[in-house]
C-alpha cells in the first residue's frame, strides 16, 4: 500500500507516524511545502526503506517564498520527487496568482529538462490553469494530480497528458468527491492522505489511514479488497516509483 502525499514533518508527533507506516509496510511520499523544509524532512527518514522526500514549493507559499527557487534549484538533484507544487485558485489566495505561475512556471522548465521525476500537483480552484500549463510545457515528468476537485472535462483533459490521481480519504467526506472518484479510470489512481491536513471524521488522516478507501473502491469497483489491493499495487508498480 502507499500514501503518496503527506507532509510528515508537519504531524505533531511525525516519528510516531512513521513507525506506525513503516510497520505497515506502506510506500510513502513526503511532501515539503517549502525548499527550506527539505532537508530536515528528507533527515526524518533518509534511512527507511519505501520512504521519499518531494522537493516542493506550495502555491499558497508562492508569495512569500519565490526567494527560495535559487535553493530549489541547488536541490532538484537530490531527489527524484518533486511536490506540493501547483496552483491555487481559491478564495484567499487568487490574488498571488502571478507569484504561483512564475514559480511553478520556474519549477516546470526546471522539470522539463530532466522529465525523469515524479511531481505531485496541487490544483484548488484552479485545474484548468494547471492543465494549461502542463500542455504547454509538454514532458515534464509523471504528474500526479493530488486530491482533484475539478470538473470531468478538466479531468478527461488530464488523462489525455497521462497524468495520474492520489486520492485519500477525506474525498468520501462529500458527494463531489465521491463523485470524482468515479470518473478516475483504476489503472490512474493512487493513494494518499495529505495529513495531517486532511481529515476523515474530525481526526487528521495518517498513512495507514489510506485502508479506509480500499472497501470503498471494492463496491465501486465490484472487486474483492485483494482484487483492489493488486489494481493499487499494480498502479505503483507502473508509476516506477
Known amino acids: 500500500m502507499m500514501d503518496l502525499h503527506c507532509h510528515i514533518d508537519l504531524y505533531p508527533s511525525p516519528v510516531q507516524v512513521i513507525n506506525k507506516a513503516r510497520e505497515a509496510g506502506l510506500y510513502v511520499l513526503s511532501v515539503t511545502t517549502t525548499p527550506k523544509a527539505w532537508e530536515k524532512t528528507y533527515e526524518l527518514t ?6 521519499q522526500t518531494s522537493l516542493g514549493l506550495h502555491p499558497q507559499l508562492a508569495h512569500l517564498r519565490e526567494h527560495e527557487l535559487d535553493l530549489f534549484d ?37 522539470c522539463k529538462s530532466e522529465p525523469s521525476k515524479i511531481l505531485t500537483v496541487h490544483s484548488r480552484g484552479a485545474a484548468k490553469e494547471v492543465l494549461s500549463e502542463l500542455e504547454c510545457f509538454g514532458n ?9 476537485t475539478g470538473t470531468k ?5 488530464a488523462l489525455n497528458l497521462n497524468c495520474w490521481f492520489s486520492v485519500g480519504p477525506a474525498m468520501l467526506m462529500s458527494e463531489k468527491g465521491k463523485k470524482i472518484l468515479s470518473w478516475i479510470p483504476e489503472d490512474r489512481i493512487l ?27 471494492s463496491e465501486l469497483w465490484q ?11 499494480n498502479n505503483l508498480k507502473n508509476l516506477s516509483i
Open 191 to 217: 493513494l494518499e492522505t495529505d495529513g495531517p491536513f486532511a481529515t476523515f471524521n474530525g481526526k487528521p488522516l495518517e498513512p495507514v489511514d489510506v485502508n479506509i478507501l480500499i472497501s470503498y473502491f
Open 46 to 51: 533518509k534511512h527507511i526503506p519505501r520512504f
Open 153 to 157: 472535462k478538466d479531468l478527461l483533459r
Open 223 to 233: 472487486k474483492s479488497d485483494r482484487d483492489v489491493l493488486l489494481v493499487l499495487r
Open 74 to 110: 541547488s536541490l532538484f538533484d537530490k531527489t527524484n520527487y518533486i511536490g506540493e507544487i501547483g496552483l491555487d485558485g481559491s478564495h484567499e489566495y487568487k490574488k498571488h496568482m502571478p507569484s504561483q505561475l512564475r514559480v511553478f512556471r520556474h519549477i516546470l522548465n526546471l
Open 140 to 148: 515534464v515528468g509523471k504528474v500526479i494530480l493530488h486530491w482533484y
